[in-house]
T-cell receptor
Framework: GAVVSQHPSRVICKSGTSVKIECRSL??????MFWYRQFPKQSLMLMAT?????????EQGVEKDKFLINHASLTLSTLTVTSAHPEDSSFYIC?????????????FGEGSWLTVV | DAKTTQPPSMDCAEGRAANLPCNHS???????VYWYRQIHSQGPQYIIH???NNETNEMASLIITEDRKSSTLILPHATLRDTAVYYC??????????????FGKGTKLSVIP
């Protein structure tokens, strides 16, 4: 299947700083990428949908100025958590929708653990 | 609003078939049924999807009822590595960027030695 890669897999940052997470589609072009957040023992919650070259669409309750999403190319989307606080500590997962050759299937990255101390 | 209903947990003996049910009684005509699984601390893994017909791939089989209001994911010979949370998701799959996946709570499958 298609491969979606996230980096870093784990990151620890100090409260008040910003951290960037990258999501890459390695062997296909992804016009649409999605960012999810997952707290322990809970399901994945969609944060935002990003289309290449345009602004991201955020889900209700997600602060767009705090979670900056950039989708500058067909293979890369980034999520920047600005002014991070301990409550932002979570598992962040990206996904990418494959092109027609992949039947529009959505593939997920490995996830990134963020710990804010 | 949950579009699917799944049992919260199931056990399956190693080597036996695991049959995971999913109810999606409000599914619309253009919505597919997708199955993903999430092994602890990893991103979800795509398993299979279907619209009307039964589907089979190297990982699993998907049986969709004729009225499309429910489906069953079948892992033919469960192994310990199949222990995971399995998510059944319905979503349309038409048009560029027009669909997304909304996750419910899924079924936690435990494969027992």
């Amino acid at each position: 299947g298609a491969v979606v890669s996230q980096h870093p897999s784990r990151v620890i940052c100090k409260s008040g700083t910003s951290v960037k997470i990258e999501c890459r589609s390695l062997d296909f072009q992804a016009t649409t990428m999605f960012w999810y957040r997952q707290f322990p023992k809970q399901s994945l919650m969609l944060m935002a949908t990003s289309n290449e070259g345009s602004k991201a669409t955020y889900e209700q309750g997600v602060e767009k100025d705090k979670f900056l999403i950039n989708h500058a190319s067909l293979t890369l989307s980034t999520l920047t958590v600005t002014s991070a606080h301990p409550e932002d500590s979570s598992f962040y997962i990206c996904s990418a929708r494959g092109d027609r050759g992949l039947g529009n299937t959505i593939y997920f990255g490995e996830g990134s653990w963020l710990t804010v101390v | 609003d949950a579009k699917t209903t799944q049992p919260p947990s199931m056990d399956c003996a190693e080597g036996r078939a695991a049959n995971l049910p999913c109810n999606h009684s409000t599914i619309s005509g253009n919505e597919y049924v997708y199955w993903y699984r999430q092994i602890h601390s990893q991103g979800p893994q795509y398993i299979i999807h279907g619209l009307k017909n039964n589907e089979t791939n190297e990982m699993a089989s998907l049986i969709i009822t004729e009225d499309r209001k429910s489906s069953t994911l079948i892992l033919p010979h469960a192994t310990l590595r199949d222990t995971a949370v399995y998510y059944c998701i319905v979503s349309s799959s038409s048009g560029a960027g027009s669909y997304q996946l909304t996750f419910g709570k899924g079924t936690k499958l435990s494969v027992i030695p």
